[in-house]
């Protein structure tokens, strides 16, 4: 039988593959850049945003869904591609392959699931 961890670890790291897009992180503290966590500037991630949650979170994901239509997107980073790092409230991240490269702040961070940080996104800077 397999285990339940192998099977969500390769369920996540495929939608990671399918739906992942370069962002950019940088890291904050005090409202400066912080000097001791350097620019990552290039990653892949999944960019959940309020605009495009019709049909691209699917219907089982209610909650999901509700939370990123009432202006709150989603950033998922999987751990294993962050080794070394953590995101905090405050922290940047910049969609790079997206009209105009907006800026989202990090409003909350999740970072207890096995596999993956969750961190919660508000736009702060429009694409231009």
Known sequence: MANWRDLTARATSTAAR???EPVCLSF???GAIDPERPIIPELQAQLHLPEEADGKLGR???QFSTQVMAG???LIIQKVDFEGQRLLTGDKV???DRTGQPWFEIVS???K???QIVAQISLTTKAS
């Open 60 to 62: 089982s994901s209610s």
């Open 113 to 115: 699931g096995a596999d």
């Open 28 to 30: 904050f503290k005090n």
């Open 18 to 20: 399918a739906f992942g």
């Open 94 to 96: 910049r969609g790079l």
């Open 72 to 74: 709150v997107g989603l």
């Open 109 to 111: 961070v999740d970072s």
